[in-house]
C-alpha cells in the first residue's frame, strides 16, 4: 500500500482558479517558498476560496516532505486533516496511509479503512486499491471478497495494474456461481472476459 507523494499536483492549474491559488503555485515554482506557503495560508484561510482544501493540500505536501522548508510532520498533518475535512481526495488518501502505517501518527487502520473510503468515494485509484486490499485480508473491516473484487475491478479501470493479481486470485476463491453473479453485476467494470473455473461433474 504505497503512499503516494501527489506533488505533481502542485503544478497542476487552470485559469478559472482563484488568483492568489494560482500567485502561490507561480511563487513556489520560482523558488519563493516563504512567499508560496504565506499565499498558500492566504488561500486556506479564506472559507470562499474553491481552492481552499487544494491549498491545505499542497501545504501539508511542502512541510510534510521539507520542500524548500524544514520538515514538519506536526504541521503537514494540520493541514491533512483539515483538506481532508473539507473532502480532499488526495489529502484523505495520504493521511489514510499515515494511519495504515502509523506514520505521525498512532496506527489505527479502522481511520485508515475510513479515510480509504472516502478517497475511493471522491474516485482516487489507489485508495480504491488499498481499500479492496482491506476487505480482502479483513484487515480494518470485515473480510468481504465480494467487495474486493468490485473496487479491484475499478481499480484496474483506473490504472492501477496490480488490481489484476488479486481479480485473478479472487476468481479461484469465490464459486463458479458467485463468480458468474459479480461477472454479470460488474460487467461495465470488466475490460476483458474472466473464465470461470473448470466444475467438474461428479461421477456416478
Known sequence: MKYLILFSFLFSFSSSFSNDY????????????EDSLDMFKKVSNNENDEKRSDAMFNLAIIYDNGFGVPVDKTRALYYYEAA???SNKYAQYNLGWKYYNGESVNKDVIKAFELYQAASNFGHPQAMFNLANMHYSGVGTVKNLKIAYKLFLESKIFGINESDYYIKKISKELSPEELLFLNGEYSSLIEEE?????KLEKEE
Open 22 to 33: 494560482f500567485k502561490a503555485l507561480e511563487l513556489f515554482n520560482l523558488r519563493k517558498i
Open 84 to 86: 481532508s475535512n473539507l
Open 194 to 198: 474472466i473464465q470461470l473455473p473448470i
